[in-house]
């Protein structure tokens, strides 16, 4: 009982310690986005509008989204472009980036200055770097539009041809993209336990199976992660078609549209959570508690391959020892028979 008590204390110290240590993070968060965002929300219901005697606030409920959406001619064009947008750079980059991470994390020469070198533009990123690049052309490589192979998908679908020549035409920014997620999968493949691969490879497993198979569903967290990081980060950045829209939205409608300001921040916040929901949907584990069991089977399963192994070097050995004696033998007797013939 007393073993019980001391237990039962010592979590509840070690809980406090780590409430104090969030509680600067709690303050932070909701003094400046839960009260921010709830702000929003009230501001989106109303007509704000300044004049001499300060802010004066008129209800018209759904008013605003109702201008966004029907009475606007630029939003809602810019609401798909963005959708196009996130559909088409989220998984390349993800694929970049796994791809680039896998490269960097083998044995090659100069291997620290690659990751410099992949890992640069995010120093260097802002949002003047990233207009100046855009605004010089340079972000675009080829122009695919006149590939034959391009034609024959616009003509099977306008959409995907349009998602194909969005990832060409900004294949620089794309790149620039895959700096963090680079890192964040490395770490994550760095973290690996190198038994599995032993294990694999004892099996017959070759690479191609070995990446299918232990690589990538070891990466899916990860790449949760990535995701996510993704969809925001191009949400924030100029090269999203809508961005533009809400800033000027925002300083250009102080004085008499805050209302509709929030409204356009809040459709664009809700769309941002949605992609973020779809990601997580996809990339989450489908069930923990069969999770847990095979994860059980894979351990003892490990256990085995490295029993197996054991037993395999243990031959090696003996076939090692047998083929020394064996040398030595045969030393002695042609030894012994240079001998006999000198004598």
């Given amino acids: ?81 963005f959708i ?9 980059i993800l694929v970049l980036s796994l791809i680039l991470s896998l490269l960097l994390n083998t044995n090659i020469k100069f291997r620290a200055g690659f990751r410099m070198i992949y890992f640069f533009p995010v120093v260097v990123l802002s949002g003047p770097v990233m207009s100046q690049l ?60 190198a038994q599995l691969y032993e294990a694999a490879q004892i099996d017959g497993a070759n690479s191609w199976q070995i990446l299918w198979k232990i690589t990538l569903p070891n990466l899916k967290s990860t790449a949760l992660v990535v995701a996510i990081f993704s969809v925001v980060q191009i949400a924030i950045f100029q090269i999203n078609p809508i961005y533009s829209f809400v800033v000027g939205t925002i300083t250009g409608n102080y004085t008499r549209g805050l209302g509709f300001a929030g409204a356009v921040v809040l459709v664009y916040s809700f769309i941002v959570l949605i992609f973020v929901g779809i990601v997580f949907m996809l990339l989450k584990d489908r069930d923990k508690v069969i ?9 003892e399963r490990m256990r085995l391959k490295m029993v197996k192994l054991q037993q395999q070097r243990n031959q090696k050995s003996l076939k090692t020892q047998f083929k020394e004696l064996f040398e030595n033998m045969k030393r002695k007797l042609f030894k012994k028979e240079v001998a006999e013939h000198d004598e």
């Fill in 1 to 81: 009982m007393k073993k019980k008590k001391q237990a039962s204390t010592l979590t509840k110290h070690t809980n406090k310690a780590a409430y104090l240590f969030l509680l600067p993070w709690l303050i932070g968060f909701l003094i400046f986005v839960a009260y921010p965002f709830f702000y929003t929300i009230y501001l989106s219901l109303f007509s704000v509008v300044r004049d001499v005697t300060g802010w004066t606030y008129t209800f018209i409920g759904l008013g605003n989204y109702e201008t966004a959406f029907f009475k606007n001619t630029t939003f809602s064009p810019l609401i798909l472009d």
């Fill in 84 to 92: 196009i947008v996130e559909l088409t750079y989220v998984p390349a």
């Fill in 134 to 193: 855009m605004n010089s052309n340079s972000t675009s490589t080829i122009d695919v539009t006149d590939i034959i192979v391009y034609r024959m998908i616009e003509n099977f679908s306008p959409f995907i041809a349009e998602m194909i020549g969005g990832i060409f035409n900004n294949f620089t920014m794309i790149l620039w993209f895959t700096g963090i997620p680079i890192i964040l999968f490395m770490n994550g493949l760095q973290k690996m336990n």
């Fill in 291 to 299: 999770y847990e069991e095979s994860l059980r089977e894979r351990k």
